[in-house]
């Protein structure tokens, strides 16, 4: 045999170990890619309700955020509201003081008047008499 037959011989050898290799690598590569259509047709078909799921719950979402975001001004309103109270309250909390302590001061005068008054209207009568 001469040495183009012999590398002809290896080569065929060659080729059949190779084709005898790849055939169940191509069945298994089949498989995987039936098995890999079959897994996305799946989660497709269990992905659609799942993102209108979601899809209304975020159209919920912009709702209620725009509900919240039409109340911030009634909630600030009302805050200056409560504050405005806070101020009024506190002012007449200090008018009122004042005027008790006026009529306290009032009060003590005008009884020392009265005292005084009939202490006078004593002497006066003790010294007529």
Not at 3 to 29: G, K, N, R, S, Y
């Amino acid at each position: 045999m001469t040495v183009t037959a012999i590398a002809v011989v290896v080569i065929a050898l060659a080729l059949v170990v190779l084709v005898a290799f790849i055939i169940p690598t191509l069945i298994e590569i089949r498989k995987a890619a039936a098995d890999l259509r079959g897994f996305v047709s799946r989660t497709g078909g269990e992905l659609k309700p799942v993102l209108l799921e979601l899809e209304r719950t975020l159209t919920e979402l912009r709702t209620v955020t725009e509900g919240i975001a039409e109340k911030r001004e009634d909630v600030q309103t009302f805050m200056e509201a409560v504050g405005d109270t806070g101020r009024n309250l506190r002012t007449i909390n200090t008018v009122v003081s004042s005027v008790a302590h006026a009529a306290a001061t009032s009060s003590v005068w005008i009884t020392g008047a009265r005292t005084a008054g009939k202490f006078l209207a004593q002497r006066l009568i003790t010294k007529r008499g």
